[in-house]
């Protein structure tokens, strides 16, 4: 009987199919081994007739890349790191980050690549981050959300790791980033506020060891300034991009101006919590108050009223992000790029207008 069983399981183990190769998916092609590992690591410089008929191949064969030959081959692991300089409930709390990490997921999934999370907060987390990524368990690294002069982004920089960073950072040698026109975005919602008939216009701005947060305050100012008002620091309030923060905010500003007539937010998530807390103080958004964020996420549709707001494409910079990454990956050595993403005026309740959109304020590569 036992050995009887043992038979049994030879012949099954003998009837399995052999296992297709990348030799059989090249013949089948009629392109080399070569130009099929190219396909199928995802390398750009191979054309799009060559590129279809190695995928229709695969299909057709049902090939299946083995990760750890694959590795061996091209010193590669095929994971991407995205290490975020925040705190987790920075993180879960403010939904810019799920909207950037769709755009970067997808991506990533579209490449047969995977992707590693990793949180550090502080400065013993990031140390723990990079004894990590020296061992070479990633590719390459994205970037989210460095503060100052960052020394992970300095050291990783330093050992040539593939990187690209989720807008502009303070030190842009050498450096790839994604980014949109904070500035342009955040003087146009204001200028409209301005031309609404606002005059006692008060902003939240973010933490401001970010490049963007300067930008988008910088951008309230040069509105104020074109339209011939004097800058009043009072009227500048922290919220250093967190919803708690900004409720504080919000609430010091009702008390010290009375006249206040419109706040502009430097993110979506502040300008909701400002709209709570100006209902909270017996005004009312946007008949005594109008209110502008900056991102248009989705949150922003579904307050009462719904929020007016400076739209960027965060899905989209996710996914620019990702094709950035993976050309540095391809090809070492490639300069450095930065890409920066349009900005868009969403009119919507709560500056006293029915929902649309005014065209781009511009966009520019480098």
């Known amino acids: 009987e036992e050995v009887g069983r043992v038979t049994r399981r030879k012949r099954r183990h003998s009837a ?77 709390g403010d939904p810019f980050f799920g909207q950037l990490m769709l755009g970067i997921s997808a991506a990533l999934a579209d490449r047969d690549r995977r992707l590693m ?21 990633m590719d390459g690294i994205v970037l989210v959300g460095p503060h100052g002069i960052d020394p992970l982004l300095k050291r990783l920089v330093k050992r040539g790791m593939p990187l690209v960073v989720s807008g502009r950072p303070h030190d842009q040698r050498g450096v790839s980033y994604v980014d949109a026109q904070n500035r342009t975005g955040a003087e146009a919602a204001v200028a409209h506020l301005i031309a609404t008939g606002r005059r006692r216009i008060a902003t939240i701005h973010g933490t401001l060891d970010m490049p963007s947060a300067v930008d988008r305050l910088e951008g309230y100012r040069d509105a104020l ?47 909701i919590t400002a709209m709570q807390a100006i209902k909270d103080a017996g005004r009312r958004v946007p008949d005594d108050i109008a209110v502008m964020g900056f991102d248009d996420l989705p949150t922003g549709r579904e307050t009462q009223p719904t929020l007016s707001t400076v739209r960027q494409p965060i899905e989209a910079m996710g996914r620019e992000m990702v094709r950035l990454l993976l050309q540095q990956i391809n090809e070492p050595g490639a300069a450095a790029s930065q890409v920066v993403f349009a900005t868009e005026l969403v009119l919507r309740g709560s500056t006293g207008e029915p929902a649309a959109a005014a065209p781009p304020t511009g966009s520019s590569h480098g």
């Open 16 to 92: 399995a199919p052999p296992r297709v190769t990348v030799k059989d998916v090249a013949a089948k092609a009629g392109v080399s081994t070569a130009t099929v590992s190219r396909v199928v690591n995802g390398h750009p410089r191979v054309g799009p007739e060559v590129r279809a008929a190695v995928t229709i191949a695969i299909d057709e064969l049902g090939y299946v890349p083995n990760p750890s030959a694959r590795s061996l081959m091209t010193q590669r692991t095929g994971s991407i790191g995205v290490v975020i300089l925040e705190s987790a409930d920075r993180l879960f």
């Open 117 to 137: 999370l990793m949180l550090a907060p502080t400065r013993d987390e990031e140390a723990r981050i990079e004894r990590y990524l020296a061992s070479e368990h």
């Open 225 to 271: 300034r074109a339209a011939g008002h004097t800058l009043d620091p009072s009227l500048e309030s922290a919220g250093e991009y967190r919803a708690l923060t900004a409720a504080w905010a919000m609430r010091a500003l009702l008390e010290t101006h009375r006249d206040l007539d419109a706040v502009f937010a430097a993110s979506d998530s502040m300008a």
